[in-house]
């Protein structure tokens, strides 16, 4: 089966740094993205890992372990613009190359 | 500028009525995608298609219903047999090489009244 873990929500505050977890199960890996999404939005890319190790975009930076199925999402300075949800998606090759998605992580930065 | 549409961005329908949320990208995309997305759930695939007059179901499928007569159009229809249609409906396309990201339009929120 296919099964993407995620926390419901979180809370930060502002200047501080964040990460946001994310274990799966799928038949098939053939790379995990995050996305961030406004409410009533559409979900926008931030991040893709295929290879084990970090992967750095400014802010945001974002782990894999192919063994252990698990990512993480890491946020620094956090601005409360990163108020949001963000999606871990897992392109699987055994389903048709889709992505399975993630509950999504509902992100909260407080001044 | 390049990019994925839907209209319209709120739809109210009555009960039983079937509706078609439409959806068109000018990406030159082969792959695109209808999911679904209720409150704190992620997103669910309903369907997809890798390629023009081909579409295949996802998970959710039962009531709903597209086509791919074109590359750049995927519309959604929404039918009476949809059981619980009330959602928020978002399209995507994909360029198709595995480390593409997808590309969502700006939604279409249905309310089934």
């Known amino acids: 089966g296919q099964n993407i873990d995620q926390p419901t929500e979180m809370t930060a505050t502002e200047g501080a740094i964040v990460q946001i977890n994310c274990t799966y199960q799928?038949?098939?890996?053939?790379?995990l993205f995050w996305y961030q999404q406004h409410a009533g939005e559409a979900p926008t890319f931030l991040s893709y890992n295929v290879l084990d190790g970090l992967e750095e975009k400014g802010r945001f930076s974002s782990f894999l372990s192919r063994s252990k199925g698990y990512s993480y999402l890491l946020l620094k300075e956090l601005q409360m613009k990163d108020s949001a949800s963000y999606l871990c998606?897992?392109?699987?090759?055994?389903?048709?190359?889709?992505?399975?998605f993630g509950p999504g992580t509902r992100l909260s930065v407080l001044p | 500028d390049g990019g994925i549409t839907q209209s319209p961005k709120y739809l109210f329908r009555k009960e039983g009525q079937n509706v078609t949320l439409s959806c068109e990208q000018n990406?030159?995309?082969?792959?695109m995608y209808w999911y679904r997305q209720d409150p704190g759930q992620g997103l669910r695939l309903i369907y997809y298609?890798?390629?023009?007059?081909?579409?295949q179901k996802g998970d959710i499928a039962e009531g709903y219903s597209v086509s791919r007569e074109k590359k750049e159009s995927f519309p959604l229809t929404v039918t009476s047999a949809q059981k619980n249609p009330t959602a928020f409906y978002l399209c995507a396309s994909n360029a198709g090489r595995v480390n593409n990201e997808q590309f969502f339009g700006p939604g279409t929120r249905l309310t089934v009244l």
């Open positions: 990406l030159n995309h082969d792959a």
């Open positions: 799928t038949s098939g890996f053939n790379g």
């Open positions: 298609s890798q390629i023009v007059n081909d579409f």
């Open positions: 998606a897992v392109r699987d090759g055994n389903y048709g190359q889709n992505f399975v």
